[in-house]
């Protein structure tokens, strides 16, 4: 079982919906990583936080919208998409920014 | 920007084949270096984490080596079974802790 935990497992929603993905972590990590991973291709990295701070975005469009409201929790906020954004969004978290990073079992994300 | 290519991009083996799956990278400035395997539908699981001053790491019948000089790693799995069948990944973490994934390597093992 993964310590990383993700919600919902699965999510389908129309192009004008607003929804969220969360992800949670109780092993005290102060890093924390979104990632979007299209079928059949590797992970690629969305957003890092570093101790609640925004470190890295990778020039996301703006429907996507992260949020770290305390060390424990990471959401990512999803509005008006398109269907090219239907993918697995897989959440990592690890102790600090340059450390191994573990990673829960994603939200299977498909946009109508 | 860093490239990250894995050969073979599928392997199907009879259990019991020793078997060696391989990485390389175009940008040797990195990190360390980190293998993962991904089961169908699931997040990923770190198998093993290579420190950028370390030339392999083990842990039980995997053993990975790393030469950043030549920007390829290796990983290698002993007495291969069917509960190894999975998509196994190669990623180098750039500086920031950046990792850049490679497609991965489909692995097979019949029983």
């Known amino acids: 079982d993964t310590e990383v935990t993700q919600t919902p497992k699965h999510l389908v929603m129309g192009m004008t919906n607003k929804k969220s993905l969360k992800c949670e972590q109780h092993m005290g990590h102060r890093a924390m990583y979104w990632y979007k991973q299209k079928a059949k291709k590797p992970p690629e990295l969305m957003f890092v936080?570093?101790?609640?701070?925004?470190?890295i975005n990778e020039s996301v469009p703006s429907r996507f919208s992260p949020e770290c409201p305390n060390s424990s929790l990471l959401n990512l906020h999803l509005h008006a998409l398109q269907p090219e954004d239907s993918a697995l969004y897989l959440c990592?978290?690890?102790?600090?920014?340059?450390?191994?990073?573990?990673f829960g079992d994603g939200t299977r994300l498909s946009i109508l | 920007k860093q490239e990250v290519t894995q050969i073979p991009a599928a392997l199907s083996v009879p259990e019991g084949e020793n078997l060696v799956l391989n990485c390389s990278f175009t940008?040797?400035?990195?990190?360390?270096l980190q293998w993962f395997r991904q089961d169908p539908g699931k997040g990923l699981t770190s198998l093993l984490l290579?420190?950028?001053?370390?030339r392999e790491q083990t842990s039980g019948r995997l053993n990975a080596s790393l030469d950043k000089s030549s920007g390829r790693s290796t990983l290698y799995i002993a007495a291969s079974q069917p509960g190894d069948s999975a998509t196994y990944l190669c990623a180098p973490w750039e500086y920031g802790n950046k990792l850049v994934f490679g497609a991965g390597t489909i692995l097979r093992v019949k029983s």
């Open positions: 936080y570093s101790y609640e701070k925004l470190s």
């Open positions: 290579i420190q950028s001053s370390q």
């Open positions: 990592a978290s690890s102790v600090r920014q340059n450390q191994p990073q573990h």
């Open positions: 940008d040797s400035a990195i990190y360390n």
